[in-house]
C-alpha cells in the first residue's frame, strides 16, 4: 500500500509496459514469491521429488527396468529378517524414547532445584552428548563396548561380574544400541524440560504449598499439566528422530549380531547401497512413513492449537 | 476456610512444620546434586575416555593396565594425525562443506522467512507449515531416491555427482534450511509491526527493511540457526557414507571410520583422536556461544 502510494503518478506512454513490469516486480506478493522461490525449489526438488520417487522405485524390480508392482512388498512380507527389523525399529524408538524422556524429566528438575547460580554450569555440562557429532560418539561407545579391552568389563571385572558382550550377543546388542541413543538424546530432553520447568509461574507453586499439596500433588496438578505441551512435542520430535536413526546401529553394531540390531535407515542402506538393489531398500525405507506421518499429525495439531490460542 | 484449612493439615500432620520445609529443601538439595553429579558422570564418561585413549600409546592400550587411567602420557597420536595428508583432507572437506553449506543455508532461509512471517502472500502460512512438516522428513527416507536421482542425472547431462565430496553442498542444505527457516519465522514474528511499518514510512524498501532493521534485531536467531546450521553440516553422516567413496572425497566422520579402521585392526588410539579432533569444533562453538545454542534448539518446538 504505502509502496504504490510512493510511486511517481506521471509515466510516460512509451515506458508504460515496462513500468507496468516493473510495478508488478514492485508488488509486495512478488517480491516475497521472489525471496522464499529458493526455498521452493530446494523443497521441492531435493525433498518433495525423491520423496515421490521412492514410491515409484518401490515398484521396479532390481535393475530398475522392469514394473513389479507389490512385488518388492510381497517378498519382504515373506522374509523373516523383515519382520525382524519392524520389531528391531519399534523396540529401539519406543523405548529409547521414554529412557530419554524419564531421564530428561529427572535431570531436569535436578537442575531445576540447586541454586540459580550454579545452573548454568550444569546445564553446559549434561548437554555435551548432544553437542558432539553422533558418529564421533557412538566411536567412543563402540571403544567402550571393545570386545577385548571394554573399559566397561575392566570395571564389572572388580566386582567380580563376568565379561558381558556389549555388542556381540543379540540381546546385549540391543540393549547397547539403545543405551547409546538414549545417552545421546537425553540432554535435548533434559533442555527442553528445563525451559518448560522455567516458564511455569512460580505462584502457582505458592498457592499449591498453601493449600498444603504435598511434592507429588504439585508434580502432578502443577508442573505436569503446565508441561504437557512440550512432553508431547519434544517426544513426537524425538520419537521420528530415533526411528529414523542411522548413525549409531551403523556404527556400533553394523545390524549385527545375525542382522538382530538392524532399524528400517540401516537395512534399508544394507540393501540399497551396499546390496545394490535400490528399489527393495527403497521399499524398506517407506515403512518408516506410517509412524512419521501420525508424529507429525500430532505434531501439527499442537502448533496449529498454539497457534490459535495467541 | 483458612480455619478448616489449617485443621485439616493439622490433623494429618501429627509433627510440627515448622523448620521442616529448610530441612526438606536441604535434603533435596543434597540429593539433586547427587543425582546430577551421577548423571554428569555418566554424560561425560565417552567423551572423557576418549581423551584418555587418545593420549596413549598402541603398546598401553593393549596392555593389561587400568584403561581408565594414563601411565605414560603422549602427544604422537595427535602428532601423526595432524601431519597426514588424507586426515587433513577430511578436515578440509568438511571444513570448506560446513562453511558453504552455512552460507547457502542463511542466504536462502533469511529471506523466505522474512517474506513468509511479514508479507502475507497467498498461501503463505500454508507453506510456514509445510517447510516445518519438511523438517520432519528424515534423510533415511530421502538417501535411496537421491542415488538414484544422481545416477539418472548422470547419463542425462554427463555431470558425475556420486563421489564428489561438492555434492553435499547442494543436499545439506535440504537438512539445514527448513529448519532455519523455521528458527527465523519465529524470530522474525516476535519483532513489534511498528518497526517495520515506521521503515516503510520513512520511504525503506522491503531490501533496506530486511538488511538494517530485521537482521539486526533478530540476530541472536540468526547465531542460532547458524550454529544449527554448522552442527548438522558437521556432524552428517548418512549422505557422504551413501553419495561419497574414494578417500579425498570423505569428510570428517566417514572418514575416520572407513579409513582408520582397517578391516579387522582397530587402532583406537589413532581412532580416538581422530574422533575427538572431530568433536572439537562443535564442542569449541558450543563452549563459547551456549546461550545461542540452546536457544536454537528450544526456539523449534516453543515458539510457533
Not at chain 2, 22 to 32: F, I, K, P, T, V
Not at chain 2, 148 to 175: C, D, H, Q, S
Amino acid at each position: 500500500m504505502v509502496d504504490a502510494a510512493l510511486e511517481s503518478p506521471a509515466i510516460r506512454p512509451v515506458a508504460r509496459r515496462r513500468a507496468g513490469l516493473h510495478r508488478a516486480m514492485q508488488r509486495k506478493s512478488t517480491i516475497a514469491f521472489f525471496m522464499t522461490l529458493p526455498l521452493l525449489l530446494l523443497i521441492a526438488l531435493l525433498v518433495l521429488y525423491p520423496a515421490l520417487y521412492s514410491l515409484h522405485l518401490a515398484t521396479l524390480n532390481k535393475s530398475m527396468e522392469r514394473f513389479v508392482g507389490f512385488g518388492n512388498f510381497t517378498f519382504l512380507f515373506k522374509r523373516e529378517t523383515f519382520w525382524m527389523v519392524v520389531q528391531q525399529s519399534c523396540i529401539f524408538a519406543i523405548t529409547a524414547v521414554i529412557f530419554k524422556a524419564i531421564i530428561g524429566f529427572f535431570v531436569a528438575h535436578f537442575v531445576h532445584n540447586i541454586p540459580s547460580k550454579g545452573q548454568r554450569k550444569w546445564r553446559g555440562m549434561l548437554l555435551v552428548p548432544w553437542v558432539i557429532p553422533p558418529a564421533m560418539s557412538t566411536l567412543a561407545w563402540l571403544w567402550l563396548f571393545d570386545p577385548s579391552y571394554s573399559a566397561f568389563n575392566w570395571i564389572l571385572a572388580i566386582f567380580g561380574i563376568g565379561p558381558v558382550p556389549w555388542t556381540g550377543d543379540a540381546y546385549w546388542a540391543r540393549f547397547s544400541v539403545i543405551l547409546v541413543n538414549v545417552w545421546i538424546g537425553a540432554p535435548f530432553f533434559m533442555i527442553m524440560y528445563l525451559a518448560a520447568l522455567k516458564s511455569v509461574p512460580e505462584q502457582l507453586y505458592e498457592a499449591a504449598a498453601i493449600d498444603g499439596a504435598n511434592w507429588w500433588q504439585r508434580m502432578w496438578y502443577v508442573t505436569l499439566p503446565m508441561m504437557r505441551n512440550i512432553i508431547a512435542i519434544t517426544a513426537l520430535f524425538s520419537l521420528i528422530v530415533t526411528f529414523a536413526n542411522f548413525d549409531i546401529v551403523r556404527i556400533l553394531t553394523q545390524g549385527g549380531p545375525i542382522d538382530r540390531t538392524h532399524v528400517f535407515a540401516t537395512w534399508s542402506f544394507w540393501l540399497g547401497i551396499q546390496g545394490g538393489d535400490i528399489p527393495l531398500g527403497a521399499s524398506v525405507s517407506l515403512f518408516m512413513v506410517p509412524i512419521l506421518t501420525v508424529a507429525a499429525i500430532f505434531i501439527l495439531r499442537d502448533i496449529h492449537r498454539r497457534g490459535n490460542e495467541s | 476456610m483458612a480455619n478448616v484449612a489449617t485443621m485439616d493439615a493439622g490433623a494429618r500432620v501429627s509433627r510440627p512444620k515448622y523448620g521442616s520445609i529448610s530441612h526438606d529443601r536441604r535434603w533435596a538439595l543434597r540429593w539433586s546434586y547427587f543425582f546430577l553429579v551421577l548423571f554428569a558422570i555418566f554424560f561425560l564418561m565417552p567423551p572423557v575416555y576418549m581423551l584418555i585413549t587418545s593420549l596413549k600409546t598402541s603398546a598401553e592400550i593393549s596392555a593389561e593396565t587400568n584403561p581408565w587411567w594414563v601411565y605414560h602420557p603422549t602427544l604422537a597420536n595427535y602428532v601423526e594425525l595432524l601431519t597426514s595428508p588424507i586426515y587433513l583432507t577430511f578436515f578440509r572437506n568438511s571444513a570448506i562443506v560446513s562453511a558453504v553449506v552455512v552460507a547457502i543455508t542463511m542466504l536462502i532461509a533469511v529471506p523466505a522467512a522474512f517474506a513468509l512471517s511479514r508479507m502475507r502472500f497467498w498461501g503463505s502460512t500454508v507453506l510456514a507449515t509445510g517447510v516445518f512438516l519438511t523438517y520432519l522428513i528424515p534423510e533415511t527416507l530421502l538417501f535411496l531416491p537421491l542415488f538414484k536421482m544422481f545416477a539418472v542425472f548422470n547419463e542425462w547431462t554427463g555431470i558425475e555427482l556420486i563421489n564428489r565430496w561438492w555434492v553435499l553442498l547442494i543436499i545439506y542444505p535440504t537438512l539445514t534450511v527448513p529448519f532455519a527457516t523455521w528458527v527465523m519465522i519465529g524470530y522474525f514474528a516476535s519483532i513489534p509491526k511498528e518497526l517495520d511499518e515506521a521503515a516503510l514510512m520513512d520511504g525503506a524498501n522491503y531490501r533496506q527493511i530486511l538488511l538494517k532493521v530485521f537482521i539486526p534485531v533478530a540476530l541472536p536467531g540468526l547465531i542460532a540457526a547458524t550454529i544449527f546450521a554448522f552442527t548438522v553440516s558437521w556432524a552428517q553422516f548418512l549422505y557422504p557414507l551413501a553419495f561419497t567413496t574414494s578417500a579425498d572425497q570423505l569428510v570428517l566422520p566417514v572418514g575416520i571410520i572407513t579409513t582408520l579402521i582397517k578391516g579387522d585392526v582397530f587402532n583406537w588410539g589413532q581412532i580416538m583422536t581422530g574422533a575427538l579432533l572431530g568433536a572439537a569444533p562443535p564442542l569449541i562453538i558450543y563452549a563459547f556461544l551456549m546461550d545461542y545454542y540452546i536457544a536454537g534448539l528450544t526456539a523449534g518446538a516453543t515458539k510457533g
